[in-house]
């Protein structure tokens, strides 16, 4: 016959308890998940460039298939947006489209970018980088920092 010891329980075994089951239940009760943005990563004038992107702006976003017409979003539109979102940051004053490159984005089928550099007009080292997916969202890229060996 096997004896069960029954100990007593601390208040310590009852928070280390509920610390750890309480979030799981207030995740499950409240009906969200936590949703990680997708990362894109791209090179533009030999930059290595990072791009976070929430999966509801690309489902968002119209597909396109280039055998079967144009893009669903011309460059007119995109340098449009871009001069909207820039003349709303202040740090991005001066700054014009310098460059613009239609990219798929590899982990959704059918759905595409453009990837728009802007820069100063006179030749300073101002520049910044967004993304502009076909349902007119432009969002920030950023320069990913070189390692340091």
Known sequence: MRTVCIR?????????????????SLWARSGQSASW??????????K?????????DIAKSPQWQPAKGGPAMGIASVISKVNQWVAQDIRLKGLTVHEIELKPIKQHKNH?????????????KKTSYVAVLFSGKVVPAMVKPVSIK
């Open 8 to 24: 007593r329980v601390t208040p310590w075994v009852i928070f280390l308890t509920l610390s750890i089951l309480m979030p799981a």
């Open 37 to 46: 943005p997708l990362e894109i990563f791209d090179v533009m004038d030999n």
């Open 48 to 56: 290595q460039l990072v791009i976070f992107v929430r999966d509801e």
């Open 112 to 124: 595409w970018y453009y990837l728009v550099h802007l820069g100063e007009t006179h030749h300073s």
